[in-house]
Protein backbone atom coordinates (compact mmCIF):
# COMPACT_ATOMS: atom_id res chain seq x y z
CA UNK A 1 0.00 0.00 0.00
CA UNK A 2 1.41 3.66 -0.84
CA UNK A 3 1.23 5.91 2.00
CA UNK A 4 1.87 10.22 1.33
CA UNK A 5 2.37 12.27 4.46
CA UNK A 6 2.68 16.05 4.10
CA UNK A 7 3.58 18.27 6.52
CA UNK A 8 4.21 21.93 6.17
CA UNK A 9 5.35 24.38 9.39
CA UNK A 10 5.32 28.14 8.60
CA UNK A 11 5.75 30.92 11.31
CA UNK A 12 3.11 32.68 11.62
CA UNK A 13 1.50 35.72 13.15
CA UNK A 14 3.41 36.69 16.66
CA UNK A 15 6.59 33.82 15.90
CA UNK A 16 3.68 30.65 16.06
CA UNK A 17 4.05 27.85 13.99
CA UNK A 18 0.91 27.24 11.74
CA UNK A 19 0.87 24.48 10.10
CA UNK A 20 -1.05 25.35 6.70
CA UNK A 21 -0.52 21.80 5.26
CA UNK A 22 -1.00 18.51 6.76
CA UNK A 23 -2.49 15.64 5.39
CA UNK A 24 -1.74 12.23 4.85
CA UNK A 25 -3.35 8.80 2.86
CA UNK A 26 -2.75 5.52 3.04
CA UNK A 27 -1.93 3.42 6.38
CA UNK A 28 -0.80 7.38 8.86
CA UNK A 29 -3.08 10.06 10.15
CA UNK A 30 -1.35 13.14 11.07
CA UNK A 31 -2.81 14.73 13.60
CA UNK A 32 -1.89 17.88 15.57
CA UNK A 33 -0.53 17.56 19.74
CA UNK A 34 1.17 20.65 20.19
CA UNK A 35 1.87 24.00 19.33
CA UNK A 36 4.76 23.10 17.06
CA UNK A 37 4.33 19.29 16.82
CA UNK A 38 2.72 16.13 14.84
CA UNK A 39 2.21 12.75 15.64
CA UNK A 40 1.77 10.09 13.01
CA UNK A 41 -0.30 7.57 13.47
CA UNK A 42 -0.83 4.29 11.74
CA UNK A 43 -4.07 3.38 10.69
CA UNK A 44 -3.27 -0.19 9.24
CA UNK A 45 -0.73 -3.24 10.69
CA UNK A 46 2.16 -3.00 9.77
CA UNK A 47 3.67 -1.58 7.59
CA UNK A 48 3.98 -4.80 5.62
CA UNK A 49 6.48 -6.14 3.19
CA UNK A 50 5.84 -4.38 -0.47
CA UNK A 51 4.27 -1.08 1.74
CA UNK A 52 5.62 2.38 0.54
CA UNK A 53 5.23 5.49 2.47
CA UNK A 54 7.04 8.71 1.83
CA UNK A 55 6.52 11.71 4.33
CA UNK A 56 7.26 15.01 3.19
CA UNK A 57 7.46 17.40 5.53
CA UNK A 58 8.71 21.36 4.48
CA UNK A 59 9.80 23.56 7.83
CA UNK A 60 10.23 27.49 6.24
CA UNK A 61 12.57 29.77 8.20
CA UNK A 62 11.01 30.55 11.42
CA UNK A 63 9.08 28.03 12.28
CA UNK A 64 9.62 24.29 14.26
CA UNK A 65 8.24 21.61 13.87
CA UNK A 66 8.71 17.94 15.89
CA UNK A 67 7.18 14.87 14.40
CA UNK A 68 6.13 11.94 16.50
CA UNK A 69 4.81 8.59 16.41
CA UNK A 70 2.38 7.04 18.47
CA UNK A 71 3.41 3.53 18.87
CA UNK A 72 6.78 1.46 17.44
CA UNK A 73 5.99 0.30 14.01
CA UNK A 74 6.39 -3.37 14.18
CA UNK A 75 7.08 -4.40 10.40
CA UNK A 76 5.41 -7.30 8.89
CA UNK A 77 6.76 -9.58 6.48
CA UNK A 78 4.36 -11.02 3.43
CA UNK A 79 3.68 -14.50 3.15
CA UNK A 80 6.26 -16.37 0.68
CA UNK A 81 9.28 -14.43 -0.24
CA UNK A 82 8.49 -10.72 0.90
CA UNK A 83 9.45 -7.50 -0.99
CA UNK A 84 11.03 -5.00 1.27
CA UNK A 85 9.05 -2.28 2.52
CA UNK A 86 9.89 1.53 2.27
CA UNK A 87 10.00 4.54 4.01
CA UNK A 88 11.43 8.16 2.95
CA UNK A 89 11.22 10.87 4.54
CA UNK A 90 11.63 13.89 2.69
CA UNK A 91 12.29 17.23 4.39
CA UNK A 92 13.18 20.61 3.54
CA UNK A 93 14.24 22.69 6.42
CA UNK A 94 14.98 26.05 6.91
CA UNK A 95 13.31 26.59 10.31
CA UNK A 96 13.85 23.92 12.97
CA UNK A 97 13.20 20.32 12.63
CA UNK A 98 13.04 17.30 15.42
CA UNK A 99 12.02 13.96 14.26
CA UNK A 100 11.40 11.41 17.44
CA UNK A 101 9.34 8.56 15.97
CA UNK A 102 9.07 5.49 18.34
CA UNK A 103 11.62 2.50 17.35
CA UNK A 104 11.49 0.51 14.10
CA UNK A 105 10.74 -3.20 15.28
CA UNK A 106 11.84 -5.33 12.16
CA UNK A 107 10.55 -8.93 12.49
CA UNK A 108 11.80 -12.24 11.13
CA UNK A 109 11.78 -12.54 7.44
CA UNK A 110 11.22 -8.68 6.78
CA UNK A 111 13.06 -6.30 4.89
CA UNK A 112 12.94 -2.87 5.68
CA UNK A 113 14.28 0.16 4.08
CA UNK A 114 14.43 3.67 5.39
CA UNK A 115 15.64 7.07 4.00
CA UNK A 116 16.31 10.12 5.64
CA UNK A 117 16.92 12.81 2.73
CA UNK A 118 16.94 16.45 4.33
CA UNK A 119 17.87 19.91 2.60
CA UNK A 120 19.01 22.47 5.07
CA UNK A 121 18.56 25.83 4.52
CA UNK A 122 21.69 28.39 5.60
CA UNK A 123 19.87 28.51 9.17
CA UNK A 124 18.09 25.04 9.12
CA UNK A 125 18.13 23.05 12.13
CA UNK A 126 17.73 19.49 12.52
CA UNK A 127 17.59 16.63 14.75
CA UNK A 128 16.76 13.33 13.96
CA UNK A 129 16.57 10.17 16.46
CA UNK A 130 16.13 6.36 14.64
CA UNK A 131 15.98 3.47 17.05
CA UNK A 132 15.92 -0.01 15.32
CA UNK A 133 15.34 -3.51 17.09
CA UNK A 134 15.70 -6.84 14.63
CA UNK A 135 13.39 -9.50 15.70
CA UNK A 136 10.61 -9.49 18.29
CA UNK A 137 11.87 -11.45 21.78
CA UNK A 138 13.10 -14.68 20.73
CA UNK A 139 12.53 -13.91 17.12
CA UNK A 140 15.09 -14.45 13.99
CA UNK A 141 16.18 -10.52 13.18
CA UNK A 142 14.83 -9.09 10.84
CA UNK A 143 16.72 -6.57 7.53
CA UNK A 144 16.96 -3.06 7.91
CA UNK A 145 18.98 -0.67 5.62
CA UNK A 146 19.23 2.50 6.34
CA UNK A 147 20.34 5.68 4.61
CA UNK A 148 20.75 9.50 5.23
CA UNK A 149 21.73 11.86 3.31
CA UNK A 150 21.67 15.47 4.50
CA UNK A 151 22.55 18.83 2.25
CA UNK A 152 23.16 22.40 3.26
CA UNK A 153 23.17 24.73 -0.03
CA UNK A 154 23.33 21.42 -1.59
CA UNK A 155 26.75 20.64 -0.31
CA UNK A 156 26.44 17.26 1.44
CA UNK A 157 27.58 17.23 5.01
CA UNK A 158 26.28 13.59 5.59
CA UNK A 159 25.64 10.50 3.56
CA UNK A 160 25.15 6.96 4.87
CA UNK A 161 23.94 3.74 4.69
CA UNK A 162 23.48 1.43 7.46
CA UNK A 163 22.59 -2.00 7.05
CA UNK A 164 21.77 -4.35 9.61
CA UNK A 165 20.55 -8.23 10.24
CA UNK A 166 21.76 -11.30 8.24
CA UNK A 167 23.49 -10.74 5.10
CA UNK A 168 23.80 -7.69 5.42
CA UNK A 169 27.52 -5.90 5.06
CA UNK A 170 28.60 -4.36 8.69
CA UNK A 171 26.07 -7.01 10.48
CA UNK A 172 28.98 -9.62 10.45
CA UNK A 173 29.52 -11.87 13.91
CA UNK A 174 31.29 -10.77 16.44
CA UNK A 175 29.77 -7.70 16.10
CA UNK A 176 26.04 -8.29 14.80
CA UNK A 177 23.81 -6.23 16.94
CA UNK A 178 20.00 -6.70 17.39
CA UNK A 179 19.59 -3.12 18.81
CA UNK A 180 20.70 0.12 16.58
CA UNK A 181 20.07 4.16 17.92
CA UNK A 182 21.30 7.07 16.90
CA UNK A 183 20.70 10.60 16.88
CA UNK A 184 21.67 13.16 14.26
CA UNK A 185 22.21 16.80 15.68
CA UNK A 186 22.49 19.90 13.53
CA UNK A 187 21.98 22.90 14.90
CA UNK A 188 24.76 24.99 13.43
CA UNK A 189 26.81 25.81 16.27
CA UNK A 190 30.67 24.57 16.16
CA UNK A 191 31.09 20.78 16.42
CA UNK A 192 32.01 19.20 19.33
CA UNK A 193 34.99 16.61 19.56
CA UNK A 194 34.52 12.86 18.70
CA UNK A 195 33.36 11.08 21.82
CA UNK A 196 33.91 7.44 22.41
CA UNK A 197 32.16 4.72 24.62
CA UNK A 198 31.70 1.34 25.23
CA UNK A 199 29.50 0.22 21.55
CA UNK A 200 28.95 4.56 20.76
CA UNK A 201 30.46 7.03 18.72
CA UNK A 202 29.87 10.67 18.45
CA UNK A 203 31.33 12.40 15.23
CA UNK A 204 31.40 15.79 14.44
CA UNK A 205 29.96 17.18 11.57
CA UNK A 206 29.79 21.06 10.10
CA UNK A 207 27.64 22.43 12.91
CA UNK A 208 26.67 19.03 14.74
CA UNK A 209 26.87 15.88 15.51
CA UNK A 210 26.38 11.93 14.60
CA UNK A 211 25.96 9.87 17.33
CA UNK A 212 25.45 6.37 16.97
CA UNK A 213 25.32 2.89 19.99
CA UNK A 214 23.81 -0.64 19.50
CA UNK A 215 23.66 -3.30 21.81
CA UNK A 216 21.55 -6.43 22.01
CA UNK A 217 18.51 -5.02 23.32
CA UNK A 218 16.71 -1.29 22.70
CA UNK A 219 17.50 -0.06 26.03
CA UNK A 220 20.82 -1.02 26.43
CA UNK A 221 22.01 1.05 23.37
CA UNK A 222 19.69 3.86 23.83
CA UNK A 223 21.93 4.00 27.61
CA UNK A 224 25.59 4.16 25.05
CA UNK A 225 24.20 6.54 23.23
CA UNK A 226 23.29 8.73 26.17
CA UNK A 227 26.56 8.36 27.38
CA UNK A 228 28.35 9.78 24.36
CA UNK A 229 25.81 12.92 23.68
CA UNK A 230 25.78 14.19 27.43
CA UNK A 231 26.92 17.28 28.40
CA UNK A 232 30.69 17.57 27.82
CA UNK A 233 31.34 17.19 31.66
CA UNK A 234 29.18 14.20 32.43
CA UNK A 235 31.25 12.04 29.45
CA UNK A 236 34.14 11.17 31.02
CA UNK A 237 32.06 9.55 34.47
CA UNK A 238 28.92 7.92 32.11
CA UNK A 239 31.87 5.73 29.61
CA UNK A 240 32.58 2.70 30.62
CA UNK A 241 34.84 0.10 28.78
CA UNK A 242 36.65 1.71 26.20
CA UNK A 243 38.47 4.98 26.93
CA UNK A 244 36.61 8.26 25.90
CA UNK A 245 38.73 10.47 23.92
CA UNK A 246 38.23 14.33 23.92
CA UNK A 247 39.95 15.88 20.35
CA UNK B 1 43.18 -1.29 -20.74
CA UNK B 2 47.17 -0.27 -19.52
CA UNK B 3 47.48 -3.58 -16.70
CA UNK B 4 50.82 -3.14 -16.25
CA UNK B 5 49.48 0.12 -14.41
CA UNK B 6 46.88 -1.12 -12.64
CA UNK B 7 48.78 -3.79 -11.42
CA UNK B 8 51.60 -1.16 -10.22
CA UNK B 9 48.69 1.11 -8.73
CA UNK B 10 47.60 -1.77 -6.59
CA UNK B 11 51.44 -3.11 -5.39
CA UNK B 12 51.36 -2.11 -1.69
CA UNK B 13 55.42 -1.60 -2.52
CA UNK B 14 53.95 1.49 -4.30
CA UNK B 15 55.07 4.49 -2.35
CA UNK B 16 51.90 5.82 -1.70
CA UNK B 17 51.95 5.54 2.38
CA UNK B 18 49.45 3.22 2.49
CA UNK B 19 51.75 0.78 4.56
CA UNK B 20 51.39 2.92 7.75
CA UNK B 21 47.92 1.93 8.01
CA UNK B 22 46.11 -1.01 8.99
CA UNK B 23 42.52 0.35 7.83
CA UNK B 24 40.78 -0.54 11.38
CA UNK B 25 42.97 -4.04 11.79
CA UNK B 26 45.31 -2.73 14.68
CA UNK B 27 42.31 -1.44 16.89
CA UNK B 28 39.75 -4.75 15.73
CA UNK B 29 43.12 -6.90 17.34
CA UNK B 30 43.40 -4.77 20.60
CA UNK B 31 39.39 -5.02 21.01
CA UNK B 32 39.50 -8.81 20.11
CA UNK B 33 37.42 -8.68 16.98
CA UNK B 34 40.20 -9.79 15.13
CA UNK B 35 42.14 -12.85 16.90
CA UNK B 36 42.85 -15.63 14.23
CA UNK B 37 42.52 -16.57 10.41
CA UNK B 38 38.90 -16.73 10.36
CA UNK B 39 38.04 -13.62 12.08
CA UNK B 40 40.80 -11.86 9.80
CA UNK B 41 38.33 -12.78 7.05
CA UNK B 42 34.94 -11.70 8.28
CA UNK B 43 36.85 -8.16 9.03
CA UNK B 44 37.91 -8.24 5.55
CA UNK B 45 34.62 -9.45 3.64
CA UNK B 46 32.87 -5.85 6.12
CA UNK B 47 35.06 -3.31 5.51
CA UNK B 48 35.19 -4.62 1.65
CA UNK B 49 31.55 -4.27 1.40
CA UNK B 50 31.51 -1.07 3.15
CA UNK B 51 34.57 1.03 2.71
CA UNK B 52 35.96 -0.50 0.36
CA UNK B 53 32.70 -0.27 -1.92
CA UNK B 54 32.97 3.46 -0.75
CA UNK B 55 36.05 3.99 -1.97
CA UNK B 56 35.15 2.15 -5.68
CA UNK B 57 32.69 4.33 -6.40
CA UNK B 58 34.54 6.99 -5.37
CA UNK B 59 37.53 6.35 -7.51
CA UNK B 60 35.58 5.11 -10.74
CA UNK B 61 33.87 8.35 -10.50
CA UNK B 62 37.03 10.32 -10.23
CA UNK B 63 38.66 8.34 -12.85
CA UNK B 64 35.47 9.38 -15.30
CA UNK B 65 35.37 13.24 -13.93
CA UNK B 66 38.93 13.46 -15.19
CA UNK B 67 37.24 14.05 -18.80
CA UNK B 68 34.29 16.32 -17.48
CA UNK B 69 34.36 19.87 -18.74
CA UNK B 70 35.38 20.90 -15.29
CA UNK B 71 37.33 18.52 -13.98
CA UNK B 72 38.50 20.75 -10.69
CA UNK B 73 34.96 21.15 -10.15
CA UNK B 74 33.80 17.68 -10.71
CA UNK B 75 37.13 16.17 -8.46
CA UNK B 76 36.21 18.84 -6.18
CA UNK B 77 32.54 17.14 -5.67
CA UNK B 78 33.97 14.16 -4.99
CA UNK B 79 36.15 15.00 -2.75
CA UNK B 80 32.58 16.43 -1.04
CA UNK B 81 30.89 13.27 -1.11
CA UNK B 82 34.08 11.22 0.08
CA UNK B 83 34.12 13.56 3.23
CA UNK B 84 29.82 13.07 3.68
CA UNK B 85 30.44 9.49 3.29
CA UNK B 86 33.02 9.75 6.25
CA UNK B 87 32.17 11.12 9.04
CA UNK B 88 34.59 9.96 11.38
CA UNK B 89 38.08 12.49 11.71
CA UNK B 90 40.48 9.51 11.90
CA UNK B 91 38.97 7.91 9.06
CA UNK B 92 39.00 11.45 7.10
CA UNK B 93 42.93 11.98 8.07
CA UNK B 94 43.83 8.65 7.17
CA UNK B 95 42.02 8.63 3.36
CA UNK B 96 43.48 12.11 3.02
CA UNK B 97 46.95 11.38 3.92
CA UNK B 98 47.18 9.01 1.79
CA UNK B 99 45.61 10.82 -0.85
CA UNK B 100 48.45 13.28 -0.90
CA UNK B 101 50.84 10.18 -0.69
CA UNK B 102 49.25 9.14 -3.94
CA UNK B 103 49.42 12.72 -5.62
CA UNK B 104 52.88 12.45 -5.19
CA UNK B 105 54.09 9.13 -6.49
CA UNK B 106 51.14 9.05 -9.29
CA UNK B 107 51.95 12.69 -10.65
CA UNK B 108 55.42 11.89 -11.20
CA UNK B 109 54.61 8.66 -12.21
CA UNK B 110 52.04 9.46 -14.92
CA UNK B 111 52.21 12.69 -15.78
CA UNK B 112 48.37 14.09 -16.78
CA UNK B 113 47.09 17.61 -16.94
CA UNK B 114 44.72 16.25 -14.88
CA UNK B 115 46.80 16.34 -11.52
CA UNK B 116 46.21 19.78 -11.55
CA UNK B 117 42.18 19.32 -11.29
CA UNK B 118 42.79 17.37 -7.72
CA UNK B 119 41.73 19.20 -4.72
CA UNK B 120 44.85 19.78 -2.49
CA UNK B 121 44.45 17.17 0.01
CA UNK B 122 42.23 14.99 -1.23
CA UNK B 123 40.91 11.72 -0.42
CA UNK B 124 42.27 8.97 -1.32
CA UNK B 125 39.92 7.44 -3.70
CA UNK B 126 39.71 10.52 -5.48
CA UNK B 127 43.47 10.47 -6.01
CA UNK B 128 42.95 6.86 -7.49
CA UNK B 129 41.16 7.44 -9.95
CA UNK B 130 42.94 10.65 -11.27
CA UNK B 131 45.93 8.00 -11.30
CA UNK B 132 44.12 5.52 -13.09
CA UNK B 133 43.11 7.58 -15.04
CA UNK B 134 46.63 9.40 -15.78
CA UNK B 135 47.86 5.47 -15.94
CA UNK B 136 45.74 4.64 -19.10
CA UNK B 137 43.10 3.05 -17.05
CA UNK B 138 39.48 3.05 -16.78
CA UNK B 139 36.87 3.56 -14.05
CA UNK B 140 36.09 -0.12 -13.77
CA UNK B 141 40.02 -0.18 -13.01
CA UNK B 142 40.39 2.16 -10.41
CA UNK B 143 36.75 0.60 -8.91
CA UNK B 144 39.07 -2.68 -8.54
CA UNK B 145 41.98 -0.96 -7.53
CA UNK B 146 40.28 0.88 -4.90
CA UNK B 147 38.20 -2.40 -3.29
CA UNK B 148 41.56 -4.90 -3.72
CA UNK B 149 43.57 -1.85 -1.55
CA UNK B 150 40.53 -1.83 1.11
CA UNK B 151 41.87 -5.61 2.06
CA UNK B 152 45.35 -6.44 0.97
CA UNK B 153 46.77 -3.51 3.22
CA UNK B 154 44.68 -4.55 6.23
CA UNK B 155 45.77 -8.11 5.64
CA UNK B 156 49.35 -7.36 5.53
CA UNK B 157 48.63 -4.95 8.87
CA UNK B 158 47.29 -8.00 10.45
CA UNK B 159 50.02 -10.35 9.78
CA UNK B 160 52.67 -7.95 11.04
CA UNK B 161 51.00 -7.78 14.30
CA UNK B 162 49.62 -11.18 14.58
CA UNK B 163 52.60 -12.94 13.21
CA UNK B 164 50.66 -14.87 11.03
CA UNK B 165 51.38 -17.18 8.88
CA UNK B 166 52.01 -15.40 5.52
CA UNK B 167 50.79 -17.73 3.31
CA UNK B 168 47.71 -18.18 5.28
CA UNK B 169 47.06 -14.30 5.33
CA UNK B 170 47.80 -14.33 1.20
CA UNK B 171 45.15 -17.09 0.81
CA UNK B 172 42.62 -15.08 2.84
CA UNK B 173 43.43 -12.30 0.54
CA UNK B 174 43.03 -14.35 -2.47
CA UNK B 175 40.13 -16.31 -1.70
CA UNK B 176 38.21 -12.99 -1.25
CA UNK B 177 38.76 -12.22 -5.25
CA UNK B 178 35.47 -12.86 -6.24
CA UNK B 179 34.04 -10.47 -3.48
CA UNK B 180 36.15 -7.98 -4.61
CA UNK B 181 35.05 -8.27 -8.40
CA UNK B 182 31.53 -7.77 -7.14
CA UNK B 183 32.33 -5.00 -4.85
CA UNK B 184 34.09 -3.31 -7.76
CA UNK B 185 31.48 -4.27 -10.64
CA UNK B 186 28.69 -2.89 -8.10
CA UNK B 187 30.24 0.24 -7.02
CA UNK B 188 31.43 1.55 -10.29
CA UNK B 189 28.61 3.04 -11.52
CA UNK B 190 27.24 4.53 -8.47
CA UNK B 191 28.28 6.60 -5.19
CA UNK B 192 27.52 3.52 -2.34
CA UNK B 193 27.41 5.03 1.04
CA UNK B 194 27.60 1.75 3.01
CA UNK B 195 28.52 2.85 6.59
CA UNK B 196 30.19 0.58 9.06
CA UNK B 197 29.62 2.57 12.59
CA UNK B 198 32.22 -0.35 14.63
CA UNK B 199 35.05 0.75 12.16
CA UNK B 200 34.25 4.72 13.08
CA UNK B 201 34.37 3.33 16.44
CA UNK B 202 37.84 1.54 16.40
CA UNK B 203 39.22 3.99 14.32
CA UNK B 204 38.81 6.76 16.74
CA UNK B 205 39.72 4.84 19.91
CA UNK B 206 42.87 4.09 17.76
CA UNK B 207 43.45 7.60 16.72
CA UNK B 208 43.51 8.68 20.56
CA UNK B 209 46.04 5.88 21.54
CA UNK B 210 49.68 6.64 22.26
CA UNK B 211 51.06 3.16 21.95
CA UNK B 212 49.64 2.85 18.00
CA UNK B 213 51.92 0.99 15.84
CA UNK B 214 49.76 2.05 12.37
CA UNK B 215 48.80 5.64 11.54
CA UNK B 216 44.95 4.25 11.30
Known amino acids: MRTVVEVVARRGPGGRTVLPVMRASGQLAVRRTGAASVHLVATAFGPLGGDDAEIRLVVEEGARLSVHTVAAAVVLPQRGASPPSRQAVRAEVAGTLDLAPEPTVVTARATHEADLLVQLGPDGALNATEQVLLGRTEEEPGRWTGTTRVERASRPLLHTTVGLGPGAPAWLPPVAPRAYVSTLRLYGDAPPGVVTGDDAVRLPLPGGWVATAWGAELHEAAARLAAVTAPAGELVAAATGLVPSHR | ?216
Open chain 2, 1 to 216: MALAALLTLADSRLPAGGHTHSGGVEQAIATGVVTDAASLAAFLRRRLATSGAVAAGLAAAACRAVDDADPAAALSCLDAEADARTPSPALQAASRQQGRGLVRVGGRAWPHPAWAAVPPRPHHPVALGVAAAAGGLGPADAATAAAYLAVSGPATAAQRLLAMDPITVAAITARLAPEVDEAASGSAAELPAAADPLLDLLAEVHAARKDRFFAS
